[in-house]
């Protein structure tokens, strides 16, 4: 078996010249001049357009570009009733935001009722050619996303009962999944970092999330140097790891350390960075990387999702992917 493409999950909403310009499409809707089902009909137009890219590009895994949600919190805000969405905050690093999670008071409110994720998996699957994946935000995000208004409390809710939550609500959204047919399941950690004093209780939450899922089971770690903290993803029950080689180079020759038995998918291409990286120096780092994990047991992909890039140097990075491949 050669090596393997995928994507972290996230892509550009906005195409070059105007055309598939998503926000522009919400715009008009929120002022009354598309209708939901004329808005609908844009959003499938667009998601078709990102899988078929990533099929172009010859990538064996795929995703839907997370097209439909707002942020990484968004999907789990529409399954989970009382879950609400406050003001913006930076998104780690970067230059776009999310919005903050504001639990009702007492914390007795919320209740999963309904995997929209799976309506968009269903909805992505009729027109792709290839296998999809489904992301979630993890555990230790939802917490860090967490605020709590000024003036309310919630009693006996201590960071890790939050963890543990969110955990359940989670772990209720991935079995909605799996029932509706969901092969491959990610959970995206960027919260996972050194230094964290709830990691360890975190990784404990993502084996609870997935215990007994048949799905192959991801995690993807991006954002942070997670050299320092292998050996605690090493205690990830899960399938396949996505770990974020440009920002913590370092990993690719720590691999052994992790004593993995799974698979990895090692992010090499920076998704928040226009500029193209020389196929040959990827394809050595991969060669690298396969002393320790051989190659059937590899993939290749972006460090993180592609959003942070104009539509024109992501499809760049894609087609990357597939030079790459084709270079091992």
């Known amino acids: 078996?050669?090596?393997?493409?995928?994507?972290?999950?996230?892509?550009?909403?906005?195409?070059?010249?105007?055309?598939?310009?998503?926000?522009?499409?919400i715009d008009r809707w929120q002022r009354q001049i598309l209708s939901g089902q004329q808005l609908d009909e844009e959003?499938?137009?667009?998601?078709?357009?990102?899988?078929?890219?990533?099929?172009?590009?010859?990538?064996?895994?795929?995703?839907?570009?997370?097209?439909?949600?707002?942020?990484?919190?968004?999907?789990?805000?529409?399954?989970?009733?009382?879950?609400?969405?406050?003001?913006?905050?930076?998104?780690?690093d970067n230059n776009v935001y999310y919005r903050r999670l504001e639990l009702p008071e007492g914390n007795g409110g919320l209740q999963w009722q309904k995997s929209s994720v799976a309506e968009e998996f269903q909805s992505a699957s009729r027109v792709a050619r290839r296998p999809v994946k489904v992301a979630l935000p993890g555990p230790l995000t939802l917490v860090v996303f967490t605020e709590i208004p000024q003036g309310q409390t919630l009693e006996g809710l201590t960071p890790s009962g939050l963890l543990s939550l969110y955990a359940d609500l989670l772990r209720q959204e991935v079995q909605a999944l799996e029932k509706a047919g969901v092969k491959e399941i990610q959970i995206d950690e960027p919260a996972f970092k050194a230094g964290e004093p709830l990691l360890d209780a975190a990784v404990e939450s993502v084996n609870r999330i997935f215990e007994g899922v048949k799905a192959r089971r991801w995690v993807a770690?991006?954002?942070?140097?997670?050299?320092?903290?292998?050996?605690?993803?090493?205690?990830?029950?899960?399938?396949?790891?996505?770990?974020?080689?440009?920002?913590?180079?370092?990993?690719?020759?720590?691999?052994k350390e992790l004593k993995w038995d799974g698979e990895i998918a090692l992010g090499l291409l920076d998704g928040r960075n226009t500029k193209l990286e020389p196929a040959e120096e990827?394809?050595?780092?991969?060669k690298r990387a396969a002393?320790?994990?051989?190659?059937?047991?590899?993939?290749?992909?972006?460090?993180?999702?592609l959003e942070f890039l104009p539509h024109e140097a992501a499809v760049k990075k894609l087609n990357l992917l597939q030079e790459i491949k084709e270079g091992i």
């Open 43 to 92: 959003i499938q137009k667009v998601i078709r357009r990102v899988i078929g890219e990533q099929e172009q590009a010859g990538l064996d895994l795929v995703t839907d570009g997370q097209i439909r949600w707002e942020d990484l919190a968004h999907p789990l805000t529409r399954s989970v009733r009382g879950l609400n969405r406050g003001a913006l905050r930076r998104f780690f």
């Open 282 to 286: 990827i394809v050595s780092q991969v």
């Open 221 to 255: 770690c991006y954002f942070h140097d997670l050299s320092p903290i292998l050996p605690a993803l090493g205690r990830l029950r899960v399938d396949l790891l996505s770990l974020d080689l440009v920002t913590g180079p370092k990993v690719a020759d720590r691999l």
């Open 1 to 25: 078996m050669s090596i393997r493409t995928t994507v972290v999950g996230s892509y550009p909403k906005v195409i070059e010249g105007g055309a598939d310009n998503l926000p522009g499409t």
């Open 291 to 305: 002393a320790a994990i051989p190659l059937n047991r590899l993939w290749v992909s972006p460090n993180c999702g």
